[in-house]
């Protein structure tokens, strides 16, 4: 019996072929650190569909890797703590999954790249070494077939001269293709969900492209599920079917791609909207959103972002937080005056 066999009767006994590949119910985060509690994740929900790509957008420290690194299971415990909600793989709890059968399905399942390739690779090992070693342990393969296979996948990540480049080291790759090596490992063993942490951050607008455009064409290859983790509206917008933009750790509106450029419903994702420089409006000043995000030690009463919003009114400074409205059958957005923001009165 295969190894790939095993993982799916071991940790994955009850995941139903027919259950979405990842929903994430309500997760809840939180840090324990000396200068207080820190909500970094503060209820986040989203579904994820077999070959669809949802972005997860927002400013660093909205809470977006670690909602990622929850999902992986790598969070840093202590200071974090997954303090409630679920992870579901096909239906599966992978919260109440014990580590051993979580690794077999973070390797196997769901994959993630990382937004520094130099530091996520082992610089003592060939990139060809740390690629077989995936197959030699999680499929029983051979050093000679695990090799093979090495070279296959750099090929696929269009890394030129495959075969000689396998033998190098991480540091002998330039930025843009060591960032095609971490898509390769992570693609290793076919998972059917890709987590990508702001895979192009560290590396130049030609070369961002280029991946962006070689992690897509994997993906509607492989029929993968891709959550795409970015403070950035451009590469959103050539790519995702789904948004979710996060604000303090909270999901502040929901929509599809086209809905969400044409007409955002919360402030906060209109704002990001108005700060991508635009060719048509040279000479205009670019608009920025005003103030900063809040600490998450501390974060405000009401609605989070009222501090920075242009439409804030008294009732925003009072708990509750506004919840998701239902903008329309297909989007939610936690504003109260979504109906003015959006233009709709
Ligand atoms: Fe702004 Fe109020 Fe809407 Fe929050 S609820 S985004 S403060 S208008």
């Known amino acids: 019996m295969s ?68 999902i992986m299971g790598i969070l840093d415990t202590p200071p974090g703590y997954i303090t409630g909600g679920e992870v579901l793989y096909r239906g599966v709890d992978l919260l109440k999954l014990p580590e051993s059968e979580r690794r077999k399905v973070r390797a196997n399942r769901i994959a993630m790249i990382f937004q520094d390739a130099l530091s996520a690779l082992n610089p003592v090992f060939t990139v060809g070494f740390q690629l077989a070693e995936l197959f030699r342990k999680h499929r029983g393969m051979s050093r000679k077939d695990s090799k093979a296979r090495a070279v296959e996948l ?67 290859e492989r029929n993968m599920g891709l959550v795409l983790i970015t403070h950035d509206m451009g590469v959103v917008a050539d790519v995702a079917d789904r948004i979710s933009v996060m604000y303090a750790g909270r999901v502040i509106e929901e929509a599809g791609v086209e809905d969400i450029y044409a007409s955002p419903a919360h402030p906060y994702t209109k704002g990001l909207l108005e700060s991508i420089p635009r060719l048509d409006l040279k000479g205009h000043e670019l608009s920025a959103i005003k103030g900063l995000p809040p600490m998450l030690t501390n974060i405000p009463p009401g609605c989070a972002f009222n501090p920075r919003c242009r439409y804030a009114q008294e009732v925003c400074r009072k708990d509750p937080a506004p919840p998701l409205y239902q903008v329309s059958s297909s989007r939610t957005a936690a504003c109260h005056f979504w109906k003015e923001v959006k233009g709709d009165e």
């Open 154 to 220: 750099l090929d696929l990540v269009k890394i030129p001269a495959a075969k000689q480049r396998v033998n190098d080291y991480p540091h002998q790759f330039s930025g843009g293709m060591r960032q095609r090596v971490m898509i390769a490992m992570a693609l290793a063993l076919d998972p059917e969900v890709l987590i990508a942490d702001e895979p192009t951050t560290a590396l130049d607008v030609t070369v961002q492209a280029q991946i962006m455009t070689l992690l897509a064409e994997l993906q509607r």
């Open 3 to 70: 190894t790939d066999v095993n993982v799916k009767m071991d940790a994955l006994a009850g995941a139903d072929p027919d259950a979405l590949p990842l929903q994430v119910k309500d997760l809840h985060v939180e840090f324990r650190t000396r200068n207080g509690v820190a909500h970094a994740v503060n209820g986040v929900s989203f579904d994820l569909r077999a070959g669809e790509t949802r972005a997860i957008l927002g400013e660093s420290g909205c809470g977006k890797s670690v909602t990622a690194q929850a």
